[in-house]
């Protein structure tokens, strides 16, 4: 069974940007939910969709924003990129009883 | 209250010996508290996880202990080996659909030959 995958490996973008990101869930699962973890803090919760719909984001601005699409893969936008967006952001997928399962991640480097 | 407390912050075990890492919750709204491992340029790979209706959970190695009086739960890696040198996560989140994982700062574990 193919895991969770997600594209670019790396993407580096300057000040100001626009970076999306993406993500194919594991066969089967419907929740797409997307983290942060950045130098320190951890891994922070940004998003999860569901069926085509944000359940619920975290204590995160605006500027970070995405969409599930039909097949249930995703992608992640975070516009006017900043420094302290440099981070390695995941994206796990899961099918009820709060079980996640991780892709590799994109390593996002703003300069 | 939407904590997780997790320590050591860092852990040197001998081959062969018993790693314990220990994470502490507040939230009494918290029934499944999963842990993950993490290598390098790698994602987090769920590792094991337990709910507060039992207070032991064990696969091959991996145990997880919870005391839910105490709000703490632990993982004990029995005969360390070089290769579970890793970051270990732990995690709490509620069944109350909220699909957000709340994780622990997290413990390097080198396991020395």
């Known amino acids: 069974e193919a895991g969770v995958t997600q594209s670019p490996t790396h993407l580096i973008k300057t000040r100001g940007q626009q970076a999306t990101l993406r993500c194919s869930p594991i066969s089967g699962h419907t929740s797409v939910y997307w983290y942060q973890q950045a130098l320190g803090l951890g891994l922070q919760f940004l998003l999860w969709y569901d069926e085509g719909e944000e359940r619920n984001r975290g204590n995160f601005p605006p500027r970070f924003s995405g969409r599930q699409f039909p097949n249930y893969s995703s992608e992640l936008n975070v516009n006017a990129l900043e420094l302290e967006d440099s981070a390695l952001y995941l994206c796990?997928?899961?099918?009820?009883?709060?079980?996640?399962?991780f892709g590799p991640g994109t390593r996002l480097t703003v300069l | 209250q939407q904590q997780v407390k997790q320590s050591p912050q860092s852990l040197i075990v001998q081959k062969g010996g018993i790693s314990i890492i220990n994470c502490a919750y507040e939230?009494?709204?918290?029934?499944?508290f999963p842990w993950y491992q993490q290598f390098p340029g790698k994602g987090p790979a769920l590792l094991i996880a337990?709910?507060?209706?039992?207070s032991e959970k064990k696969e091959g190695r991996f145990t997880i202990s919870f005391n839910k009086s105490a709000k703490q739960f632990s993982l004990h890696i029995m005969d360390s080996q070089p290769g579970d040198s890793a970051t270990y996560f732990c995690a709490a989140t509620t069944s109350s659909n909220t699909g957000k994982l709340i994780f622990g700062q997290g413990t390097t574990l080198q396991v020395k030959p």
């Open positions: 337990i709910r507060p209706d039992v």
């Open positions: 939230n009494t709204a918290f029934d499944y």
């Open positions: 796990a997928s899961g099918q009820g009883y709060n079980e996640q399962f």
